[in-house]
């Protein structure tokens, strides 16, 4: 199984401020993995450190096994990592095709279409010509990950993807990452509560005050632990 | 009236061809470019060295590609190295940047006012519904029109614009998606230094040329942009048309008011409209 991306003993943060300390995290071909958290323990952090926003004070960061210092904006998607961001970022100048367009920046190789994008979310080939902030909250989750997967990645991170969506959205789009998983992408989802993880993830981490205090399969996580770090 | 008009939207297509470019680097970079009048003045200049030998076009491409080089060395070496510090920082190296190339252009060519002839070809007047108009004129409206229909339709339907669009919205998230921005930047400084090199080409046979005249299309500009709404293409182009008209009308009608009015057009649209004609953040 090949690294896809890796936290080795990484100090980041934002100016003088230490967020995470001394975190080592690992995600390989086809997994699906999750880090659970409180709000503010630093798990945007993680996103910002491989995004190269949040300074690098310490450690090393690997995309797609290769360490980059500094780590521009850009690199992470030419390695192959996508992110849908925390509360979407959907472009609001742009329609839905052209912020599905952006996603497919040049250097990877092209399994993802406008197409199949279209044929994944329908909705958002009714709606191609609106602005891409004129959706739904659900349907701009959608518009995220397509843009995301425009990218042809193989690891899809999702930061907080199901804040603010009602759970029949949420329940779909548990069924979609499913989809995007049993296709061979592999999945990073940084939660804070636990309905959409335990539908996807197999793996997982829990951050607390910027450390990993726990880590494991699913399957053995305790009651104990998610009430005192994620919300159920 | 007519005249004034037409006289009108030769300044407001000046005043858009400078002003577009800022637009395009504060979209950006986020700064406001205070070496911009200098690039417009430095286009003149060049213009006006070239046109000796190169005739009008020759002088209008040897300046268009000098200043798009001055623009892409900008950003390359002051602008990004700059842009994870405090964006006063960057706006204080630009107006020191103004003040070296106007030194630069008082050194090459002297302080003395220089005046570049309207090329031979459009020299002479029309008739306009019974009035006559200087036929360069109307070549400078031209080519304003000209840059907007361009540019307009390299941004809308380039996959370069598409990104330039996208940056300028939310560099971060483009930047997600795989797209050099900083690449993307290199262009858009590249390019809006090139237009306001046309400008200033254009607007020697108009203008007495000196190493202090981008100063005062500088400020016009920055009334453009504020009055258009910060970041917005389509803005600027309204707001230069209504600025060019208020300032030749104001100089014919109220001209011990007319270096006033545009100022006070400024204060009344961001009162009426605090985010500017079109744009979204003042």
Do not use: C
């Amino acid at each position: 199984m090949s690294e896809l991306l890796a936290f080795s003993n990484v100090v980041s943060g934002y100016g003088d401020a230490r967020i995470l300390h001394d975190v080592d995290l690992t995600i390989g071909d086809g997994e699906r993995v999750a880090v659970l958290g409180r709000n503010g323990v630093g798990k945007t952090t993680i996103v910002n450190t491989f995004l190269g926003v949040a300074r690098l004070s310490s450690g090393e960061v690997r995309l797609a096994g290769e360490r980059h210092s500094p780590i521009r904006h850009f690199i992470a998607a030419r390695r192959g990592i996508a992110l849908v961001p925390q509360g979407r970022r959907i472009i609001p100048t742009l329609t839905v095709r052209e912020n599905l367009a952006i996603g497919g920046a040049p250097g990877r190789n092209k399994p993802w279409t406008l197409d199949r994008v279209f044929d994944l979310f329908p909705i958002l080939r009714e709606r191609a010509n609106t602005p891409g902030t004129a959706l739904s909250g659900g349907q701009q989750q959608m518009l995220a990950i397509g843009r995301a997967l425009m990218s042809n990645p193989s690891l899809l991170v999702l930061d907080e993807p199901s804040e603010g969506l009602a759970p029949v959205i949420i329940d779909e789009l548990a069924v979609v990452l499913r989809q995007l998983a049993d296709a061979g992408t592999a999945l990073l989802l940084i939660e804070q509560h636990f309905g959409l993880v335990h539908r996807v993830a197999e793996r997982y981490y829990v951050l607390s005050k910027g450390t990993i205090v726990e880590q494991g399969h699913l399957a053995g996580i305790s009651m104990e632990s998610l009430k005192k770090h994620v919300a159920v | 009236m007519l005249v004034q008009i037409l006289n009108g939207l030769v300044y407001g297509g000046l005043l858009y061809i400078v002003s577009v470019g800022l637009v395009l680097i504060f979209g950006l970079r986020r700064i406001v470019n205070f070496a911009h009048g200098s690039l417009f003045m430095l286009g003149a200049y060049v213009g006006f060295s070239v046109a000796a030998m190169g005739g009008f076009w020759g002088a209008l491409l040897a300046a268009a590609i000098v200043l798009a080089l001055v623009g892409a060395l900008l950003d390359i070496a002051i602008l990004q190295p700059l842009q994870r510090e405090d964006p006063i920082v960057t706006v204080l190296v630009t107006f020191g940047l103004l003040l070296i190339l106007e030194d630069f252009a008082q050194f090459v060519w002297g302080k003395d006012f220089l005046k570049s002839p309207v090329p031979t070809m459009f020299s002479g007047s029309v008739l306009i519904f019974g009035e006559s108009f200087p036929v360069y004129r109307l070549v400078v409206i031209a080519v304003a029109a000209l840059v907007a229909l361009g540019l307009s339709v390299w941004l809308r339907l380039s996959k370069i614009g598409l990104y330039v669009r996208a940056s300028s919205a939310d560099p971060l998230t483009t930047a997600m998606q795989g797209v050099n921005t900083d690449r993307v930047s290199v262009i858009v400084v590249a390019l809006g230094a090139a237009l306001a090199g046309i400008s200033g080409t254009i607007s020697a046979p108009l203008l007495a040329l000196s190493p202090s005249m981008g100063s005062y299309i500088l400020i016009e500009s920055f009334i453009v942009v504020v009055v258009g709404g910060l970041g917005s293409f389509a803005g600027a182009f309204i707001a230069a048309i209504v600025i060019g008209q208020v300032h030749n009308l104001g100089l014919v009608y109220v001209p011990w008011a007319a270096t006033m009015i545009p100022f006070l057009l400024m204060v009344g649209v961001l009162i009426w409209r605090p985010t500017g004609i079109a744009g979204s953040h003042v």
